[in-house]
């Protein structure tokens, strides 16, 4: 993708690549598997529509990723207008799984729930970082804040994640 003008066929291939990553970001942005689906698809129109906004040379994951995160942020303001609401909460963002839990995915069920309890920009910052592996500069262009406010978030989140599980209190989810 490096030195040229992208061209459609090559937004496609790009979008199929990362269908699962973006999917991925969308159900962490919404909690929601339905609502994931349509920023996914919503992506790849936008996408698909605005190629040539590409800037060759630079990673299309983050660009990708950079465009579904806008489509949420407008998504958001327009739920809070419709509906005087911002954030809708889901449960769980994990799928159930009746079968026999082992030791290993008790803890990554625990894991996950800490993540999830964590204030929203913090989950997101720490999403883009620790499971995308986006560095802090690429982290911060996509969520459009300074490099600083990503280093804060990922501090904080680490902070309160490395806290014991029942130290943690409810109040925290108002603090980003």
Same mark, same amino acid.
């Given at each position: 993708?490096?030195?040229?003008?992208?061209?459609?066929?090559?937004?496609?291939?790009?979008? /199929? /690549?990362? @269908?699962? &990553?973006?999917?991925?970001?969308?159900?962490?942005?919404?909690?929601?598997?339905?609502? $994931?689906?349509?920023?996914?698809?919503?992506?790849?129109?936008?996408?698909?529509?605005?190629?040539? !906004?590409?800037?060759?040379?630079? #990673?299309?994951? &983050?660009? @990708?990723?950079? *465009?579904?995160?806008? *489509?949420? *942020?407008?998504?958001?303001?327009? #739920?809070?207008?419709?509906?005087?609401?911002? +954030?809708?909460?889901?449960?769980? @963002? *994990?799928?159930?799984?009746?079968?026999? !839990?082992?030791? $290993?995915?008790?803890?990554?069920?625990?894991?996950?729930? &800490?993540?999830?309890?964590?204030?929203?920009? !913090?989950?997101?910052?720490? +999403?883009?970082?620790?499971?995308?592996? +986006?560095?802090?500069?690429?982290?911060? !262009?996509?969520? /459009?804040?300074?490099?600083?406010?990503?280093?804060?978030?990922?501090?904080?989140?680490?902070?309160? @994640?490395?806290?014991?599980?029942? /130290?943690?209190?409810?109040?925290?989810?108002?603090?980003?």
């Amino acid at each position: 993708m490096e030195g040229k003008i992208i061209t459609t066929s090559d937004v496609r291939q790009q979008l /199929a /690549a990362h @269908l699962t &990553r973006l999917w991925r970001y969308g159900l962490v942005l919404s909690r929601d598997r339905d609502l $994931a689906e349509e920023l996914v698809q919503s992506t790849c129109v936008r996408a698909l529509e605005r190629g040539a !906004q590409y800037t060759p040379g630079t #990673r299309i994951d &983050r660009w @990708l990723f950079s *465009i579904l995160h806008s *489509i949420w *942020i407008s998504e958001l303001r327009s #739920r809070h207008v419709r509906m005087g609401k911002g +954030f809708v909460a889901s449960e769980e @963002l *994990i799928a159930p799984d009746y079968r026999e !839990q082992d030791d $290993a995915r008790l803890h990554y069920q625990t894991i996950m729930r &800490r993540v999830n309890a964590l204030p929203e920009a !913090q989950r997101n910052t720490v +999403f883009l970082v620790y499971v995308e592996g +986006f560095t802090y500069q690429e982290a911060a !262009q996509t969520l /459009a804040v300074p490099v600083g406010t990503i280093m804060s978030r990922l501090a904080a989140a680490r902070a309160t @994640l490395a806290k014991p599980a029942e /130290a943690q209190s409810p109040e925290r989810e108002k603090r980003s």
